[in-house]
């Protein structure tokens, strides 16, 4: 290599160094009255093995990433739909290739949630982000996609929503309305 390139390699080193140590700020100081008994300087540890270090490191790097997810209507909500109409587990998922939106939720009351399960009460599912209000389809010998015989207790019921064109996307937030039943801000899977 010529000494023009090893001048030119050392300039961009150089300029990449002082960017990165630019962009880094350092943490404003804490007064000593603020700083946890825990990070007090204190008599010093017993050095822990090195290689318990790394193998820890190792194994938590190693790990395939957790599908758990958290109860997505925890506290209120969650209280909500379960004491006001007797109702859990509501979820919209993503059906067909996208073509269909399934929503479902578990009846815990029957007496409740005998207005999700009513002929009368048209469902509609609203996605304010794409702007679209969507329906269930009605085929000419089955009839509207959707469960309609009086809810029993512990059972889960399902209704599709026709998604033609595919405006409702995966991780949109929608409102499913069926009456006077609202179920605001359910994530699309």
């Known amino acids: 290599m010529s000494t023009s390139g090893l001048a030119l390699a050392a300039l961009v080193v150089g300029l990449l160094a002082a960017s990165v140590a630019s962009a880094q700020t350092p943490a404003p100081p804490t007064p000593a009255s603020q700083?946890?008994?825990?990070?007090?300087?204190?008599?010093?540890?017993?050095?822990?093995?090195?290689g318990a270090k790394t193998t820890t490191a190792r194994a938590k790097s190693a790990k395939p990433p957790s599908r758990y997810r958290p109860d997505r209507f925890a506290g209120r909500a969650g209280s909500y739909y379960r004491l006001v109409w007797g109702?859990?587990?509501?979820?919209?998922?993503?059906?067909?290739?996208?073509?269909?939106?399934?929503?479902?939720y578990r009846v815990l009351d029957p007496n409740k949630a005998?207005?999700?399960?009513?002929?009368?009460?048209?469902?509609?599912?609203i996605d304010p982000q794409a702007?679209?209000?969507?329906?269930?389809p009605s085929m000419e010998n089955v009839g509207q996609l959707?469960?309609?015989?009086?809810?029993?207790?512990?059972?889960?019921?399902?209704m599709v929503f026709s998604?033609?064109?595919?405006?409702?996307k995966r991780g949109d937030h929608v409102n499913v309305v069926i009456g006077a039943f609202h179920a605001d801000g359910l994530v699309v899977d």
């Open 35 to 50: 700083t946890p008994a825990a990070q007090a300087p204190s008599a010093k540890a017993p050095p822990a093995a090195s």
């Open 87 to 104: 109702v859990d587990s509501l979820a919209v998922k993503w059906a067909e290739s996208g073509e269909v939106l399934r929503f479902t």
């Open 114 to 125: 005998k207005a999700l399960n009513d002929k009368k009460n048209e469902p509609v599912l």
């Open 131 to 136: 702007g679209v209000k969507v329906v269930v």
């Open 146 to 158: 959707r469960q309609s015989a009086p809810p029993e207790g512990g059972k889960s019921y399902w």
């Open 163 to 168: 998604n033609k064109g595919r405006l409702v």
